[in-house]
């Protein structure tokens, strides 16, 4: 079973020692437990809940981001985390310190007694626990797998549910087919509580409507209630109830205008006269999100790709539909600067990695495939078998610095290298220096 933990930091091994970190589909066990705690999660702050199969982690740092800027206090609850556990959970805009973190798994295991929990259940309460104990205005928790059954999905009333688009991904849990998925990722939608979608393909869209409509949710569907569009280099959001001029996202590719704009229409649904205009502006122009086409200057390979005069990116895409927003980014990016583009590209074997290939095979590029720490990552050979399937020209090396070293070794101009194929792997490259680890 695919393990998504690196068991590098205090916390994540006592916790390991106790519990699986097998994926469970299920909320009993999360229950049960809040329960024995007195039901911290009863004392949140208005609750954003957030699903997804792209896009999840980019609108919930736009929806910090803009709330911050309109002067809320923010909790928030993320996965996976790149380098270190406490990036999962920030408290009030800081992140949770190791000291925090090791009180409260040690109050969570006294309190549970043994009893049987999955490691992303313990943490959920874990994170939801500091949540309740420390005053905040909103809470963002971001779905960790699915939605239904999701860990995280104990809100009988939250005050907007959000859906980013919904694609294939993790289809032996939740498929094989994409109204299956779509199915658990409505999960979240509670009865009478407002809900906001970004456009959806058109098998999962009807699964969502039906949801809404069964449980009397109102629905905000981007493409049918509103819309939003990039006009002269700024992000346009069309409310139900007025248009929204912003400046264009932080965060680079034009995927982000879409996570942007839908981070601001989930907002507008809280209707707290403090998220003006102004602040929704400030924030989608200041997010930032580690490992999502991330330019790298500092570290081993920031600094290397820039004694050889070129830019490295970093993306944690993974899957076909987050290929092809990465290839779309990478496309605008070539034809405002045509230099060489090198893939770097390591994944997990359960991902496609042809379907991942596909969405690059219009670019003029050429791969380096490679592998890192996991029993479960694809071997460089295997990686690059799947690239020349879909007519890549394709290198292998050992590692990522290695890969990093041979993008840029080729004759010409400084070529632009972009890491991907997952956030594991990018956690791996961002754990090289402490320089790099998201904060």
Not at 297 to 310: F, T
Not at 311 to 324: C, I, K, T, V
């Amino acid at each position: 079973m695919y393990d998504p933990i690196r068991a590098s930091d205090a916390v994540i091994q006592k916790l390991r020692a106790n519990h699986p970190s097998l994926i469970d589909l299920t909320t009993g066990r999360v229950e049960r437990l809040l329960e024995a705690l007195g039901r911290p999660d009863l004392r949140l702050p208005p609750v954003i809940h957030v699903a997804g199969t792209n896009g999840k982690g980019s609108t919930t740092a736009f929806l910090r981001a803009m709330a911050e800027a309109a002067g809320l206090s923010v909790h928030v609850l993320t996965s996976p985390h790149l380098v270190r556990f406490a990036e999962r959970i920030r408290i009030a805009g800081r992140l949770i310190t190791d000291e925090a973190l090791d009180a409260l798994a040690d109050r969570l295991e006294a309190v549970n007694a043994g009893q049987p929990i999955s490691f992303f259940e313990i943490t959920t309460v874990l994170a939801f626990t500091a949540f309740a104990e420390t005053p905040a205005d909103l809470c963002i928790i971001e779905v960790g797998l699915g939605g239904r059954f999701d860990a995280t999905n104990i809100f009988p009333a939250p005050a907007v549910s959000v859906i980013t688009p919904v694609d294939y991904d993790h289809v032996e849990m939740l498929g094989p087919e994409l109204s299956n998925i779509a199915w658990e990722k409505a999960g979240i939608i509670k009865a009478g509580r407002p809900v906001v979608s970004a456009r959806q393909r058109e098998e999962a869209l009807p699964v969502i409507e039906a949801e809404a409509e069964a449980l009397g949710a109102p629905l905000t569907l981007v493409g049918r209630d509103a819309d939003i569009w990039r006009e002269r280099g700024r992000l346009m959001v069309q409310a139900q109830d007025r248009l929204l001029d912003l400046p264009a996202p932080s965060l680079p590719g034009p995927h982000q205008f879409d996570n942007a704009g839908l981070a601001a229409l989930a907002l507008l649904a809280l209707d707290d006269p403090r998220i003006t205009e102004a602040a929704l502006g400030r924030g989608a122009e200041t997010a930032t999100w580690p490992g999502r086409f991330q330019r790298l200057k500092d570290g081993p390979l920031g600094r290397l790709a820039a004694a050889r005069g070129s830019d490295l990116w970093l993306d944690g895409a993974h899957n076909p539909h987050g290929a092809e927003a990465l290839a779309r980014t990478c496309a605008e990016m070539t034809a405002r600067d045509p230099r060489p583009l090198v893939l770097v590209v390591g994944q997990f074997a359960r991902k496609d990695p042809r379907g991942f290939f596909a969405a690059f095979r219009d670019l003029p590029l050429r791969v380096v495939a490679t592998t890192f720490e996991s029993s479960t990552a694809l071997s460089p050979e295997a990686l690059a078998e799947a690239a020349r399937a879909e007519g890549l020209p394709v290198e292998t090396a050992p590692d990522v610095s290695a890969a990093v070293a041979l993008a840029l070794e080729a004759a010409g101009p400084p070529p632009r290298v972009v890491v991907c194929g997952g956030l594991h792997f990018a956690g791996e490259v961002l754990a090289l220096s402490p320089e790099t680890w998201p904060a």
